[in-house]
T-cell receptor, first 113, second 114 residues
Framework: GESVGLHLPTLSVQEGDNSIINCAYS??????FIWYKQESGKGPQFIID?????DKRQGQRVTVLLNKTVKHLSLQIAATQPGDSAVYFC????????????FGQGTILTVHP | GAGVSQTPSNKVTEKGKYVELRCDPI?????LYWYRQSLGQGPEFLIY????????DSGLPNDRFFAVRPEGSVSTLKIQRTERGDSAVYLC????????????FGEGSWLTVV
């Protein structure tokens, strides 16, 4: 079936570095994409979203890039901090199923002081 | 609080027992969702309510799982004849409406079936 996957299951960076987390999606009908951060023992926390009519969107210290040609999504975190350490999930939805998010497996981001 | 509230936060039950998990969405949110997350995996969709009605229940794994939202606010996920494979975190989420609005998650109810 359709799925969303992540290229890298783990990512380790030094505090202050920029982080890039990647995600591939396979459902060409998807037109809404979201990044969530999940800390241990907690629920997913919304970070940023993007719709398919955009290729870039910026938030506070985060940027999401969408490449529809190759069905690729990335999350860039600037000046990564130890508090950014968590599992990051991309999710996609679209068509008539905006409430039915399909999540990838997740990338573990570890930020070393 | 202002977020999605779920109770209980932890539940241990014996195989074969009946379990209810409760979700109180963000005030004013008409759309409510249930997801299930196993260790090391991303959340998996179970069911989505728009108001009182289930708009999409295609993720419910079998007829032991049932969810209600009788007044369009609080929802209860009900699991009958629990099995060890039902052990997971059950996440509730809500959004202002169902069409592409930001979906906010609660902290989850950790269910362990022994």
């Amino acid at each position: 079936g359709e799925s969303v996957g992540l290229h890298l299951p783990t990512l380790s960076v030094q505090e202050g570095d920029n982080s890039i987390i990647n995600c591939a999606y396979s459902n060409s009908a998807s037109d809404y994409f979201i990044w969530y951060k999940q800390e241990s023992g907690k629920g997913p926390q919304f970070i940023i979203d993007i719709r398919s009519n955009m290729d870039k969107r910026q938030g506070q210290r985060v940027t999401v890039l969408l490449n529809k040609t190759v069905k690729h999504l990335s999350l860039q975190i600037a000046a990564t901090q130890p508090g950014d350490s968590a599992v990051y999930f991309c999710a996609e939805a679209g068509g008539t199923s905006y409430g039915k998010l399909t999540f990838g497996q997740g990338t573990i981001l570890t930020v070393h002081p | 609080g202002a977020g999605v509230s779920q109770t209980p936060s932890n539940k241990v039950t014996e195989k074969g027992k009946y379990v209810e998990l409760r979700c109180d969405p963000i005030s004013g949110h008409t759309a409510l969702y249930w997801y299930r997350q196993s260790l090391g995996q991303g959340p998996e969709f179970l069911i989505y309510f728009q108001g009182t009605g289930a708009a999409d229940d295609s993720g419910l794994p079998n007829d032991r799982f049932f969810a209600v939202r009788p007044e369009g606010s609080v929802s209860t996920l009900k699991i009958q004849r629990t099995e060890r494979g039902d052990s997971a975190v059950y996440l509730c989420a809500s959004s202002l409406h169902g069409s592409g609005n930001t979906i906010y998650f609660g902290e989850g109810s950790w269910l362990t079936v022994v």
